[in-house]
């Protein structure tokens, strides 16, 4: 994408965003039922769209003749969620599944 | 009440924030780092973190700049994973809505996960309404400051950051870590699975429209199973009925 492109993808991201946000401050009351009833798919979506987005870039990598399985990166992944089922912060499973691909890329290239 | 007990109150809401600048720091980093791989301008990293100011939402969207996804898809997954806002933005709602428009504006815009939850506190909700907006601007300021610097600095470090290191790792990984911490009973962990399978067999179909057929999926199954195992589904998310 062109760097014009960008800057109108961002804004238009970014003024989807702040709506949003004014939404129920603005239409005070108004929106109340809508929320209500859109509430099971405003509780499942943050997993559904977690999953979707990080689980294909984990398993493959983009290479020139296509899709690669990438058994490192699978692996960096799983010391990531043992990570992050004993820590709260985000900063332990991903220092944890990086180091683990750095250290076996140096071990096994 | 005294201008002093607002200004307390306001820094009441600044010291609270600290401690979350933890987590915020090396998000930040992530993202102007990786904004950086991406060949993107300071400017435009900045740009894109000041309009945006929702550090997933902005990693998504760089996560999809580099799988070439379509305008559109970008724009709609970031909708998505700004939905979360709604929710905020109903619970400021009493509290924001009889002031005048201008502060309704602005106090909007820096609405942040971490100010909502310092500010839902319950020994948040006895206090006057003066009191409350003011701690909420202490916090959602001060997490608006160590948000744009976090950013800032990601972008000065990102650029000796060799390629071997495969930075760009790191945004599937962040997201990896934030889904395990919204798995919180065994239906959103098939909604996660169900997803996240989906989007492994969706991969090549075109315009990233994978991604999103991936999420609706998810979010069916997750609708779905507790009708067919015959419960309702506040019992299965472990909410009290309504």
């Given at each position: 994408?062109?760097?014009?492109?960008?800057?109108?993808?961002?804004?238009?991201?970014?003024?989807?965003?702040?709506?949003?946000?004014?939404?129920?401050?603005?239409?005070?009351?108004?929106?109340?039922?809508?929320?209500?009833?859109?509430?099971?798919?405003?509780?499942?979506?943050?997993?559904?769209?977690?999953?979707?987005?990080?689980?294909?870039?984990?398993?493959?990598?983009?290479?020139?003749?296509?899709?690669?399985?990438?058994?490192?990166?699978?692996?960096?992944?799983?010391?990531?969620?043992?990570?992050?089922?004993?820590?709260?912060?985000?900063?332990?499973?991903?220092?944890?599944?990086?180091?683990?691909?750095?250290?076996?890329?140096?071990?096994?290239? | 009440?005294?201008?002093?007990?607002?200004?307390?109150?306001?820094?009441?809401?600044?010291?609270?924030?600290?401690?979350?600048?933890?987590?915020?720091?090396?998000?930040?980093?992530?993202?102007?780092?990786?904004?950086?791989?991406?060949?993107?301008?300071?400017?435009?990293?900045?740009?894109?973190?000041?309009?945006?100011?929702?550090?997933?939402?902005?990693?998504?969207?760089?996560?999809?700049?580099?799988?070439?996804?379509?305008?559109?898809?970008?724009?709609?997954?970031?909708?998505?994973?700004?939905?979360?806002?709604?929710?905020?933005?109903?619970?400021?709602?009493?509290?924001?809505?009889?002031?005048?428009?201008?502060?309704?504006?602005?106090?909007?815009?820096?609405?942040?996960?971490?100010?909502?939850?310092?500010?839902?506190?319950?020994?948040?909700?006895?206090?006057?309404?003066?009191?409350?907006?003011?701690?909420?601007?202490?916090?959602?300021?001060?997490?608006?400051?160590?948000?744009?610097?976090?950013?800032?600095?990601?972008?000065?470090?990102?650029?000796?950051?060799?390629?071997?290191?495969?930075?760009?790792?790191?945004?599937?990984?962040?997201?990896?870590?934030?889904?395990?911490?919204?798995?919180?009973n065994r239906l959103?962990l098939i909604v996660?699975?169900?997803?996240?399978?989906?989007?492994?067999?969706?991969?090549?179909?075109?315009?990233?429209?994978?991604?999103?057929?991936?999420?609706?999926?998810?979010?069916?199954a997750g609708l779905i199973l507790p009708r067919i195992a015959g419960r309702s589904f506040n019992s299965v998310m472990g909410?009290?009925?309504?």
């Amino acid at each position: 994408m062109s760097d014009l492109s960008l800057w109108g993808l961002f804004f238009m991201c970014g003024l989807a965003t702040y709506l949003i946000r004014l939404s129920f401050i603005q239409m005070h009351g108004k929106l109340g039922p809508l929320l209500a009833r859109c509430q099971p798919v405003l509780l499942l979506l943050p997993p559904a769209i977690l999953a979707a987005l990080c689980i294909p870039p984990i398993v493959f990598s983009k290479q020139t003749d296509g899709l690669q399985v990438e058994l490192a990166q699978i692996l960096a992944g799983c010391v990531a969620v043992v990570l992050a089922s004993y820590f709260k912060s985000l900063l332990w499973p991903i220092l944890g599944g990086m180091s683990f691909l750095w250290g076996y890329r140096w071990l096994i290239g | 009440m005294q201008i002093r007990d607002y200004r307390s109150q306001f820094w009441q809401g600044v010291r609270d924030l600290m401690p979350l600048v933890s987590g915020v720091l090396p998000f930040g980093l992530i993202v102007g780092a990786n904004g950086v791989a991406l060949d993107m301008s300071p400017e435009l990293i900045m740009g894109m973190t000041v309009m945006f100011f929702a550090g997933s939402a902005q990693l998504a969207a760089m996560q999809l700049i580099q799988e070439n996804a379509a305008f559109v898809v970008i724009v709609l997954t970031t909708i998505v994973i700004n939905l979360r806002f709604a929710i905020y933005s109903a619970t400021f709602a009493p509290l924001f809505y009889p002031l005048k428009k201008r502060y309704r504006l602005s106090f909007a815009y820096i609405l942040s996960d971490q100010a909502y939850g310092l500010c839902i506190a319950p020994d948040q909700q006895q206090r006057s309404d003066a009191e409350r907006i003011s701690y909420y601007l202490g916090t959602a300021l001060a997490l608006w400051v160590s948000w744009v610097l976090s950013v800032l600095l990601g972008i000065a470090v990102g650029a000796s950051i060799p390629p071997e290191w495969m930075l760009g790792f790191t945004i599937p990984l962040a997201f990896l870590a934030m889904l395990m911490s919204t798995i919180t009973n065994r239906l959103l962990l098939i909604v996660a699975v169900v997803s996240g399978l989906a989007a492994i067999f969706l991969q090549g179909l075109p315009y990233n429209l994978g991604f999103v057929l991936a999420v609706v999926f998810g979010v069916v199954a997750g609708l779905i199973l507790p009708r067919i195992a015959g419960r309702s589904f506040n019992s299965v998310m472990g909410r009290p009925h309504e």
